[in-house]
């Protein structure tokens, strides 16, 4: 297993790795037409995450350069605003539950769903197959950001068939992440090597205080 400590640092943790995944994958794509359209649905995606970012007036321009911050300023899409770096890249939305908008999960939120449709939308491939990985991880993120318990797999699997109407499916070898690490990472949580150590030392101390 490949955990959070093990990984590259995010630049800006509220939403998430496979956000940031969408974000390389998008920028690989050729054609500059489907570069701005998945654009602006990972920045709906990104605002359904952090929904409390919607109180600030200009919340639509500080996603846009939060895109920019993940995509390093290396991403060709048509941005409609100026990209402001130093003040942005201090800028850390809090999370607040989500309101319901006439959508079928409100965990899921309208962008979400908007993202399976235009994917379900796209021809059989791997450019297909790899979004649909990334928006089942993403599915389970959010899941579980709203629920705070556990989630069955089955349960995600089942959501983003109806969602997508049957349309989209997980290949045999795909294998959601684990549910306790995603919620390490929600909460800020240390996982891996550095949270072992840490238990450690706590024994440890607690030893020490029971031989005094």
Same mark, same amino acid.
């Given at each position: 297993?490949?955990?959070? %400590?093990?990984?590259?640092?995010?630049?800006?943790?509220?939403? &998430?790795?496979?956000?940031?995944?969408? #974000? /390389?994958? !998008?920028?690989?794509?050729?054609?500059? @037409?489907?570069?701005?359209?998945?654009?602006?649905? #990972?920045?709906?995606?990104? +605002?359904?995450?952090?929904?409390?970012?919607? @109180?600030? $007036?200009?919340?639509?321009?500080?996603?846009?350069?939060?895109?920019? #911050?993940?995509?390093?300023?290396?991403? /060709?899409?048509?941005?409609?605003?100026?990209?402001?770096? @130093?003040?942005?890249?201090?800028? =850390?939305?809090?999370? #607040?539950?989500?309101? /319901? =908008?006439?959508?079928?999960?409100?965990?899921? &939120?309208?962008?979400?769903?908007? *993202?399976?449709?235009?994917? +379900?939308? *796209?021809?059989?491939?791997? @450019?297909?197959?790899?979004?649909? !990985?990334?928006?089942? =991880?993403?599915?389970?993120?959010?899941?579980?950001?709203?629920?705070?318990? $556990?989630?069955?797999?089955?349960?995600?699997?089942?959501?983003? +068939?109806?969602?997508?109407?049957?349309?989209? %499916?997980?290949?045999?070898?795909? =294998?959601?992440? /684990?549910?306790?690490?995603?919620?390490? $990472?929600?909460?800020?949580?240390?996982?891996?090597?550095? !949270?072992?150590?840490?238990?450690?030392?706590?024994?440890?101390?607690?030893?020490?205080?029971?031989?005094?």
């Amino acid at each position: 297993m490949e955990y959070n %400590t093990q990984r590259e640092k995010l630049k800006i943790n509220d939403y &998430g790795r496979n956000v940031v995944k969408m #974000i /390389d994958y !998008a920028k690989l794509l050729d054609n500059k @037409e489907q570069r701005n359209k998945m654009a602006n649905i #990972i920045v709906d995606v990104m +605002a359904q995450l952090n929904p409390k970012i919607k @109180e600030r $007036t200009d919340y639509k321009q500080i996603l846009w350069d939060h895109l920019m #911050i993940m995509a390093d300023y290396d991403f /060709d899409v048509d941005c409609p605003y100026p990209i402001q770096r @130093e003040e942005t890249e201090h800028f =850390h939305p809090k999370k #607040i539950a989500l309101h /319901d =908008h006439g959508i079928h999960y409100r965990h899921y &939120g309208r962008a979400m769903e908007d *993202m399976i449709h235009a994917v +379900a939308d *796209m021809p059989e491939g791997e @450019e297909r197959k790899l979004l649909t !990985a990334q928006i089942a =991880h993403t599915m389970k993120r959010q899941y579980l950001q709203w629920n705070r318990d $556990t989630v069955e797999d089955s349960v995600i699997i089942d959501q983003l +068939a109806e969602l997508s109407n049957n349309r989209l %499916t997980l290949s045999p070898d795909f =294998h959601f992440h /684990d549910s306790k690490e995603i919620l390490d $990472t929600i909460s800020g949580t240390p996982t891996g090597k550095s !949270a072992n150590t840490k238990k450690k030392k706590k024994k440890k101390k607690k030893s020490n205080n029971g031989q005094l």
